[in-house]
């Protein structure tokens, strides 16, 4: 295996009714189910990291890709939905949508460097063939 070039690492207690924090103190925070499955709410759940995470990381991945292009994706806003979706058997999968919106870049240049991102980004190449992920930018849909 290729040697990493960074590893976070988190210790979490109780599950979605607990506690997670990570191992330099930056994120220390109350997990709680979602209202929505029938928890109080008060805390974040794994879904919300995800979203957050997964848009920090495409917005890089833009901003990097348009640098190399000369184009300017650095201003990029990402919208993140990560839901839980019921399937058979009482199991869950995810499913994301990414809400891009480039406003130095329009057209099919925009298209094309979503789309060129979403190849290269750690989290979508995460999530390929395992979850729905849907992209849109600038008010396209892909």
Known sequence: MTEALYTAEAHVTGGRNGRGRTSDGRLDLDLRMPKELGGDGEGADPEQLFAIGYAACFGA?????????NLKADDAEIDSSVSLIPIDGGRFKLGVELRISLPSITGEQAVELVESAHQVCPYSNATRDNIDVALAVNGTRL
């Open 61 to 69: 991945t833009l901003a990097l890709l348009g640098q190399r292009a």
